[in-house]
């Protein structure tokens, strides 16, 4: 069973002596503590709206500033005396772990009367030092049905059955009981805010790769914090991969798995979030924290599991590929972006078997080629170097005039190969066969005649056939009042 407990303006209720006092008994300087004292204690707050200041200033006596690095650290200080109270006052006869961050203070134990008597105590100590609690977020949760029962039937509890809830939110993250749950409603504003960031991406006047790098870094990076305790489900993980793949719209014709291959290692749901858990994970069972039937084991290892990961004592092999990592190495420094690394490319191999299942005509091919490291390593560091044509044939996104034809609002006679008008010119035709065609020497194999994905180090076939889709989408998205060039047209801008 877990409680927390959250202050109302715990800035604005502190008092200077006291704290001061403290930082004093705690070991700083008496000359920093008393002059912070009489600072603190002679506080004048010029209030202001827009370019009006009021006449007289608002003066304080009673608080600490917010924004004074000091202040901080004093709250630490006097949260840490509360800890020490509530250990006095309220001593644990069954286990309890106790964690504070801030103003923030939440505790577990297996004991609804060890929960309830942390509380009380906190609350003494609260009304002692003149804090406010706020108890309408005050949260309690549990982890089985049979703990919840204790804590119905305990009398503390009785009077607060708002406050028992199946999920508590403790700093961002949700915990997660035995039974499944759905998602925290912070945890719901989280992602649609991320969402929003993406859909605002999409306006910006930059190359997909610029798009996608700056949606990691302000929208991923807020969508992936938090889940230690539980996974969003995968409809929902979806959506904001979509909406990063969206950000533009000139390679929407790609398999989403090809785009995961080359381009999702670090902004798709599933793979940052895993990594994360199974970080996590890994340096809770080298300090000796982890319990292996606590969530974020289940977690990680349904994860790992998911990628083709199995563990044997203390090695997690996979089987697929060979590859290892130890738990009793976390100690190196570094070993964990080492293994994050290999997670990803257990994830990436996911990602190949799923095009190999597709349903796309594609999948023969890749279901006919065997899976390199090397060389997807190869194609993924040209990939993100790439824009416009040469991004479009790597993903496979791009249309042959053949292909193109087919759509409902495109003329038949957009089919014909710009250079020698045959009809139905489709991407063998302009890439390999035309007689007009770029590329100077044959394919190397199925995945380099399909996709352009360069063999070796060579990439003049992949060039020559970038030029070739450049000339086609001038041709294509030359006549402007045309239906389908305004939808496409961002295509051809993306050279950039
Ligand atoms: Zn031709």
New binding site residues.
């Given amino acids: 069973m877990l409680a927390s407990l959250d202050y109302k303006l715990a800035f604005d209720h502190v008092n200077p002596e006291v704290v001061t006092q403290a930082m004093a008994h705690m070991g700083l300087p008496l000359a920093l503590t008393q002059t912070i004292n009489t600072h603190w204690q002679h506080q004048t707050r010029w209030l202001q709206y827009k370019t009006s200041t009021a006449q007289e200033p608002l003066c304080t006596s009673m608080a600490i500033p917010q924004g004074d690095p000091l202040s901080p650290l004093s709250l630490q200080i006097l949260l840490l005396a509360g800890a020490h109270y509530v250990e006095t006052a309220a001593p644990a006869a069954h286990p309890r772990e106790q964690v504070i961050y801030m103003d923030d203070r939440s505790w577990t134990s297996t004991s609804a009367d060890t929960l309830a008597q942390t509380m009380s105590a906190w609350h003494d100590f609260s009304s002692i030092c003149g804090l406010k609690e706020s108890t309408d977020k005050t949260q309690v949760t549990f982890y089985t049905q049979q703990h919840l029962e204790l804590l119905q039937q305990h009398p503390y509890f009785t009077n607060m059955t708002e406050a028992i809830v199946p999920t508590a939110c403790i700093l961002g993250s949700c915990t997660k009981g035995e039974e499944p749950r759905n998602m925290h409603e912070k945890e719901t504003a989280r992602l649609q805010a991320a969402k929003a960031i993406c859909s605002r991406i999409k306006f910006l006047p930059t190359d997909h790769q610029t798009k996608i790098e700056t949606a990691r870094v302000l929208a991923i990076s807020r969508a992936s914090y938090g889940w230690v305790a539980f996974t969003p489900p995968p409809k929902e993980l979806q959506k904001i991969d979509d909406e990063v793949r969206q950000c533009s719209g000139a390679f929407l014709g790609a398999a989403r798995h090809m785009h995961n291959l080359l381009l999702g290692g670090t902004t798709v749901m599933e793979v940052v979030i895993g990594v994360r858990q199974v970080l996590l994970y890994a340096k809770r069972w080298m300090t000796g924290s982890l319990h292996v039937s606590s969530v974020l084991a289940q977690q990680a290892m349904t994860f790992l599991a998911g990628t083709g990961w199995s563990l044997r004592n203390t090695t997690w092999k996979h089987a697929a590929s060979g590859m290892e990592w130890h738990l009793e190495k976390f100690s190196f420094p570094d070993y964990k972006h080492k293994v994050a690394h290999l997670l990803r490319e257990g994830w990436r191999r996911k990602q190949w078997d799923a095009l190999c299942s597709g349903s796309r005509r594609d999948s023969v091919i890749f279901r006919n080629s065997t899976y390199s490291e090397k060389r997807v390593t190869v194609v993924r560091n040209v990939a993100r170097k790439s824009t416009g044509p040469q991004l479009a044939i790597l993903l496979g996104s791009f249309y042959s005039p053949a292909a193109f034809s087919k759509r409902r609002d495109v003329p038949q006679s957009m089919s014909k ?6 009809e139905m ?1 489709d991407q063998e ?2 890439f390999w ?5 770029l590329t100077t020497r044959g394919p190397g194999d199925d995945l380099e005649r399909r996709f352009g994905w360069p063999t070796g180090e060579d990439l003049t076939n992949l060039v020559q056939m970038a030029q070739s889709v450049d000339a086609v989408w001038q041709q294509r998205h030359s006549n402007l009042d045309a239906p389908w060039t305004r939808q496409v047209y961002v295509g051809a801008q993306q050279r950039q």
């Fill in positions: 190969c710009p250079w020698c008008n045959v010119a035709h302009i066969t035309c007689p007009s065609r």
